[in-house]
T-cell receptor, first 111, second 115 residues
């Protein structure tokens, strides 16, 4: 079945550091891939998405490229801010329509 | 910007009691979902709903759970007899389309605490 695996957290970085959160997936067919973010005390918000191989999703300085050959969708940001502290969820959506989430990675950015 | 709204934001209940969590999806959306997140764990799919019937449900969604769209706007999750392990954040989501490219929009969640 479809599944998503993320690197474990928590990840602690200093402000302006480079961020990578690894995400790999297993899926049949051609899923779409998403990154959702959950700020403290809030719900899930879509951060970015990619719907086919080699697509790059980007938003708020975050990027992720859909790599079919390595079944990966790693999240990157060149310079993190304190306000980026949150839990990040990688997810895939297959033809059935439901979203399958990874376990989430907590990011803490220190000033 | 249209959004998914959920009520209540937090509910405390005694084990064995019935609970109804309510959601108002985005008005032109046709696909509806419930997810739950036990504290510190991953977000888990419970059920999807389209055209007034369940499209898919997970193993978690047993006979104690039910969903309903009683009118044109609300989408409810009922837990018939709550257990301690039902304590979690419950997220409602809606989507305009069911295809794999369709984005899910989530509400802010309803925290359920079962004592």
């Amino acid at each position: 079945g479809n599944s998503v695996t993320q690197m474990e957290g928590p990840v602690t970085l200093s402000e302006e550091a480079f961020l990578t959160i690894n995400c790999t997936y297993t899926a049949t067919g051609y899923p779409s891939l998403f990154w959702y973010v959950q700020y403290p005390g809030e719900g899930l918000q879509l951060l970015l998405k990619a719907t086919k191989a080699d697509d790059k999703g980007s938003n708020k300085g975050f990027e992720a490229t859909y790599r079919k050959e390595t079944t990966s969708f790693h999240l990157e940001k060149g310079s993190v801010q304190v306000s980026d502290s949150a839990v990040y969820f990688c997810a895939l959506k297959g033809q059935g329509g439901k979203l399958i989430f990874g376990q989430g990675t907590e990011l803490s950015v220190k000033p | 910007e249209p959004e998914v709204t959920q009520t209540p934001s937090h509910q405390v209940t005694q084990m064995g009691q019935e609970v109804i969590l309510r959601c108002v999806p985005i008005s032109n959306h046709l696909y509806f979902y419930w997810y739950r997140q036990i504290l510190g764990q991953k977000v888990e799919f419970l059920v999807s709903f389209y055209n007034n019937e369940i499209s898919e449900k997970s193993e978690i969604f047993d006979d104690q759970f039910s969903v309903e769209r009683p009118d044109g706007s609300n989408f409810t999750l009922k837990i018939r007899s709550t257990k301690l392990e039902d304590s979690a954040m419950y997220f409602c989501a809606s989507s305009e389309q069911g295809a794999n490219t369709g984005e899910l929009f989530f509400g802010e969640g309803s925290r359920l605490t079962v004592l």
